[in-house]
């Protein structure tokens, strides 16, 4: 099949900022990794999120914009267009060369039981902006199938295993601001679904105690001692025993638990209680990985590391030293998914989203 290429975008639920990625791939088992950039948001932008978030709690209706998510949705669409417009100019792209964009937004509600997913930012005013064909939207379909609309990027998690040859069973574990994990075993489809929170709970400790964005490479952390009251209490959340295909919106569960803790031990706790949610994700795999590949925001915070490897039944690599970028993986997959959608082909599958059959995704934007 022809190479496309094409630039992904992704804003997670960490808030952090745009992550570009460009790809050339057929859609398929053959894919080039090109340049990875982080373009960050102000700390407007992450108190305009965190606004468009509370407002988006109490909604039932996916299109509905209140005045916060609608202030939310133009800056988002129009820091995302200042972020391809730096990409090129960086990379020294002819606009002419990128045959798409794959623009996920971001997401402020996530409630697939209910069958409501939100994602804001304007593709159709994106597409506009760049004079690029954009594909956007990319979970609704699913969700309105049954499916649970998330996570989207197994395929591509699948593509780059291939490509390397890796035909022993494998977790590729992604920690945004809810982590996931996708289970690979040779030529069979992807398992994949969202073990528990991934840097959402200790980003919401870190603004609230402190006013800062994050625990900065874990080192609040490393300086506590674990709550194991608090740790086990919330590992009794019912999400854990469910059954795959699953998954969560950012503010599932909440700090309240170890709001009686000082600074480092909560930080330490729920370090800890991310680490354990996702290696106890590893119950519902068919068998205990070989190697698992650790990728997103989550992989700088050594901390959170150092629990993963002391609690992993295999051995533990970032995604870097696979050849893939720990930092582009999701921006990257967006590329891979709009060249699917291009192509017809499908993004969600019975085994990563339930969604009855494989089925194609996202909205295509032409200016």
């Known amino acids: 099949m022809s190479m ?56 039932t209706d996916r299109k509905a914009r209140p005045q916060a998510i609608a202030e939310a949705e133009a800056m988002i669409t129009k820091r995302h267009a200042e972020a391809v417009e730096a990409f090129l100019s960086m990379e020294s792209l002819a606009r002419e060369s990128i045959d ?41 379909a699913d969700v309105a199938a049954g499916g649970q609309g998330a996570p989207l990027v197994p395929i591509y998690h699948k593509a780059l295993a291939q490509a390397a040859g890796f035909t022993e069973p494998l977790v590729v574990i992604n920690i945004g601001g809810v982590a996931n994990l996708t289970y690979l075993h040779g030529d069979a489809e992807p398992l994949a679904f969202d073990t528990g929170p991934g840097n959402a709970l200790i980003d919401d400790l870190m603004v609230r105690r402190q006013g800062v964005a994050m625990d900065e490479g874990g080192l609040t952390a490393g300086q506590g001692k674990i709550d194991y009251v608090a740790f086990v209490e919330l590992l ?45 994700g590893l119950d519902h795999v068919p068998e205990p990985p070989k190697l698992a590949v650790l990728c997103g925001g989550g992989a700088h915070n050594l901390t959170l590391r150092w629990e993963l490897m002391q609690r992993l039944p295999c051995g533990l690599v970032l995604a870097d030293r696979m050849g893939w970028s720990a930092d582009g993986m999701e921006a990257q997959a967006f590329a891979y998914l709009a060249v699917r959608r291009l ?12 969604v009855k059959a494989p089925l194609a995704g996202g909205c295509v934007a032409a200016p």
């Open 100 to 140: 798409v964009v794959g623009f996920h937004g971001q997401t402020v509600l996530h409630r697939p039981d209910a069958g409501l997913t939100i994602q804001i930012g304007d593709g159709v005013a994106l597409s506009r902006m760049l004079g690029l064909r954009v594909v956007h939207d990319f979970r609704a």
């Open 236 to 280: 009794r959340d019912p999400y854990f025993e469910k059954a795959p295909p699953k998954s969560l919106d950012r503010n599932a569960f909440s700090i309240a638990r170890v709001e009686a803790l000082k600074l480092e031990d909560a930080a330490a706790t729920l370090t800890a209680f991310t680490a354990q949610s996702i290696v106890s």
């Open 4 to 59: 496309l290429r094409a630039i992904g975008l992704m804003s997670g639920t960490s808030m952090d900022g745009v992550d570009v990625g460009l790809i050339e791939t057929d859609g398929e088992s053959l894919v080039t990794q090109g340049a990875v950039h982080p373009f960050a948001y102000t700390p407007e932008d992450r108190a305009l999120l965190r606004a468009a978030l509370d407002a988006a709690a109490g909604l």
């Open 343 to 354: 192509k017809n082909l499908p993004i969600t599958f019975p085994t990563t989203t339930g």
